[in-house]
């Protein structure tokens, strides 16, 4: 910013710059008073530029040379300017306020970028007329007739440029990308009809033909087979699925998310998380019950989100802004399920600030499914334990 400063300092008040002495009145300003400030960002907002447009303030303007940092201690907070002028205008105005040391001074910042126009008041405040489009023209403040307002409008049309994302299905350990068709085979088990039985330790195991008593000390888990036989269905079930997106455009993609969907619920189902393995111990599997709370807390700030509406249910995955030229992988793994042989076709819609409508990519999963019969204790019992 240093930089960005001492350069601004050898630049003339114009379309796109202007210096402030000192700070606009604000706190216990009157609103007449607070309305100057309302009506030069207004007109910067509004002006016909190709780069940001800044309001430095804590300079004094110098004709012919280099301006002077005077500093001051006065600043504005970015939330409360953010709140103050989009809470009186028709749309929201992009702006931010900083504060930054320069040669040990104070200088106030008021970036301005170039957004859509026009943008004015919806209501008369101070000096500000109701529906009047203020701009910059050189270094004064100017009303836009219906014309030049129209010509506003067909420059943003024009000159508006689009991200164009592209999403794939993704391989997350190898970091490679799948295209927009993948293929998932899953073992269905079919769902107990009653609830299994207790779990409870065998007392005498047979070790090298010798029959041996074994310690009962640890109090055990009695859902054990219940947990077992869910945990075998699910993670035989569900698969895990992932996507990776590619801004292919040199612009920012601002605040970047994908929709998903789904109205094939009664044979497609989503989870966020499948379940940790289960323990015969009562104590281990309460310690895994703590770190499941550990990682739902982690959940709360994933990116991603599912929601269940009726039969259906829609996941929302958000990737944030994406710069130029570069990928964005989803940083967890979601997980999908088929029980019956499908094929999965669907849309997916992705979303930007900067884009004027949704992005449709068509996606699709062939599934392939094994079906099994309920699995027994018997069976259960003959599987390894997970916790040997």
């Not at 940001?52 to 303030?57: G, K, P």
């Not at 200088?107 to 957004?115: H, L, N, S, T």
């Not at 075998?232 to 920012?252: D, E, M």
């Amino acid at each position: 910013m240093s930089t960005l400063i001492e350069s601004l300092l050898h630049q003339n008040e114009g379309t796109a710059l202007d210096f402030k002495k000192e700070q606009y009145p604000f706190q216990r300003a009157t609103d007449e008073q607070k309305s100057e400030l309302l009506k030069d960002i207004l007109a910067f907002a509004n002006s016909w530029r190709q780069d940001d447009a800044y309001i430095v303030i804590g300079v004094e303007e110098v004709v012919g040379g280099r301006h002077i940092p005077v500093g001051t201690e006065d600043h504005l907070t970015d939330s409360r300017l953010q709140q103050f002028i989009n809470g009186k205008t028709n749309r929201e105005v992009k702006l931010a306020y900083e504060v930054h040391t320069f040669e040990d001074k104070k200088i106030g910042v008021i970036r301005i970028p170039k957004q859509e126009r026009p943008i004015y008041a919806t209501r008369d405040y101070g000096k500000v007329r109701k529906r009047a489009v203020y701009y910059r023209l050189e270094s004064s403040t100017k009303i836009a007739n219906p014309d030049d307002i129209a010509r506003m409008g067909r420059d943003f049309i024009q000159n508006t440029v689009t991200p164009v994302i592209d999403l794939q299905f993704a391989d997350l350990q190898n970091r490679q990308h799948l295209g927009n068709c993948i293929e998932i085979s899953s073992i269905y088990y079919d769902k107990p009809q009653f609830s299994l039985e207790d779990y409870t330790q065998k007392e005498i195991v047979n070790i090298g033909g010798h029959s041996i008593k074994k310690s009962t000390t640890q109090p055990v888990n009695y859902r054990y087979w219940r947990e077992k036989e869910e945990y075998i269905r699910l993670t035989n079930l569900f698969k895990p699925v992932a996507f990776v997106v590619h801004n292919q455009s040199n612009i920012l993609a601002e605040n970047v998310r994908i929709e998903l969907i789904n109205n094939f619920a009664d044979t497609i189902s989503i989870l966020d998380v499948l379940p940790s393995k289960p323990s015969t111990s009562w104590i281990e599997n309460l310690v895994d019950s703590e770190l499941i709370d550990l990682k739902f807390i982690r959940q709360q700030k994933s990116p991603i989100d599912i929601t269940y509406h009726g039969n259906d249910w829609t996941l929302n995955v958000n990737f944030g802004n994406i710069q130029p030229k570069s990928c964005v992988w989803l940083s967890e793994h979601f997980f999908l399920g088929s029980m019956e042989l499908e094929k999965f076709e669907t849309e997916i819609y992705i979303y930007a600030d900067n884009l004027s409508e949704p992005q449709k990519v068509n996606m699709s999963i062939d599934f392939t499914v094994e079906n099994r019969p309920t699995l027994t204790i018997d069976d259960l019992d003959n599987m390894p334990p997970f916790d040997d």
